[in-house]
C-alpha cells in the first residue's frame, strides 16, 4: 500500500513565513485559497466568481512572483506549466497586481536582494534573517542567470528541502519505532510517497502526517499549519495520488516537540557515538535535553551546536595528537 502526501501550497507558504508577510500568512491561517485571492485582486471580481481559468492564470502569477519572475518569463512559464496564454501587457498587469495585494513580501524580496549584494552571497534555511546558514556565493550563479531572482528563490526552496528532510527524518524514525515495516520510497519537491503493509496503512498515515507537520513547524516556527498535509492512500502512485484521503484527525495536529526532541537526541547521539565513551553520550544527552527544553524550536544544527560548545568547555574531548 501506497501512502502519498504532499505539502499544500509549500512554497508560498514558506515565502510568507521568510519575509513576514500579513496578507498572506492569515490567508493561510483563515484557510482561504491564496490563488483564488490573487485571482480576484487582478480581475476585481469576488472570489466567489473566480473562474477556473482565472485562478489558473493567478497560480502562475504566484509561483512566478515570489521568486521574482518578470513579465516576459511569466508569459512563458504561464503557457508551459499552467497552459495559460498571456500578453506581455496582461504579465505586467498581473505582477503588478501581486505586488499591490502583498506588499510585505515584495517589500522582503527587494531589501533581502540588496543585503545579497552586499554579503555577495546568499544565506540558505531557517535562521538565515540572522546571517546563520547554508551559503551560496554570487560567484557561483552560471552566466546569464540573474542574481536577483535567486536571491529569492534559494531561501525559499532551501527552506522546503529543510523541512522535508526533517519530516523524513522523523517519519523513517517513527515508523520503525511503530513497528511498523516499510518506509518511504521517494521525495519529489513536496511530496513524499511511503510503502506500507495494507494491515498497518491507518497507523502510518497518521504517523506520515504528523512528520511532515512537525518538519515543516520547526522550519517556519508560527507559520499556519491548517490544510498543510492531507495524506491519500492506493495501490500504486497513480491511483493514490487520486486516491482516497486517509486521516484519523479532522483537525490538523499541533506540532509533537517531544517526538521532535528524541528524533534529535538519537540523531545526535548517533553522530558522536563513533568516538565517545558512554559518560560522554549521557553528558551529551543532558547537554541536548537542558537545550531544548530552553529553545523548544531549535534546530538540528542548532543543538549540535550547542553540545559541540558544551563538549569543549567541559573538556570532554581530549585534542587530536600532533
Request: glycine share 8%; proline share 5%; aromatic share 8%.
Amino acid at each position: 500500500m501506497l501512502i502519498v502526501a504532499d505539502y499544500s501550497s509549500m512554497e508560498l507558504r514558506a515565502a510568507a513565513a521568510i519575509s513576514g508577510d500579513r496578507t498572506i500568512t492569515e490567508a493561510f491561517r483563515r484557510g482561504d485559497d491564496l490563488h483564488t485571492i490573487t485571482a480576484a485582486r487582478v480581475s476585481g471580481k469576488r472570489p466567489e466568481d473566480v473562474t477556473k481559468a482565472e485562478r489558473q492564470a493567478a497560480k502562475a502569477t504566484n509561483f512566478g512572483s515570489i521568486y521574482g519572475i518578470g513579465p516576459y518569463k511569466l508569459t512563458l512559464s504561464a503557457w508551459a506549466g499552467y497552459g495559460v496564454k498571456l500578453s506581455i501587457d496582461e504579465a505586467r498587469a498581473r505582477l503588478r497586481a501581486f505586488e499591490a495585494s502583498y506588499p510585505g513580501f515584495v517589500r522582503w524580496r527587494n531589501n533581502h536582494y540588496q543585503r545579497c549584494v552586499d554579503r555577495r552571497c546568499i544565506v540558505i534555511g531557517r535562521d538565515a534573517a540572522r546571517g546563520v546558514g547554508r551559503l551560496f556565493p554570487k560567484s557561483r550563479l552560471k552566466q546569464g542567470r540573474s542574481f536577483y531572482t535567486t536571491s529569492a528563490n534559494l531561501p525559499v526552496q532551501g527552506a522546503c528541502a529543510d523541512a522535508s528532510m526533517l519530516a523524513l527524518a522523523y517519519l523513517d524514525d517513527r515508523l520503525f519505532e511503530a513497528g511498523i515495516e516499510g518506509g518511504p520510497v521517494a521525495w519529489l519537491h513536496d511530496e513524499i510517497v511511503v510503502e506500507v503493509c495494507v494491515e498497518d496503512a491507518d497507523r502510518a498515515v497518521e504517523i506520515v502526517k504528523q512528520s511532515m507537520i512537525d518538519g515543516f513547524a520547526e522550519t517556519f516556527p508560527g507559520a499556519p499549519l491548517n490544510g498543510l498535509v492531507e495524506p491519500h492512500i492506493g495501490m500504486n502512485w497513480g491511483t493514490a495520488k487520486g486516491g482516497e484521503k486517509r486521516t484519523a484527525t479532522v483537525a490538523t495536529p499541533e506540532p509533537n516537540y517531544r517526538l521532535v526532541y528524541e528524533t534529535h537526541l538519537k540523531l545526535i547521539r548517533g553522530d558522536f557515538a563513533g568516538g565517545s565513551t558512554e559518560p560522554e553520550l549521557r553528558a551529551i544527552e543532558h547537554t541536548v535535553f537542558a537545550y531544548r527544553l530552553d529553545y523548544p524550536n531549535a534546530s538540528l544544527e542548532a543543538a549540535k551546536t550547542a553540545v559541540l560548545a558544551a563538549i569543549k568547555r567541559s573538556s570532554m574531548r581530549k585534542a587530536p595528537a600532533p
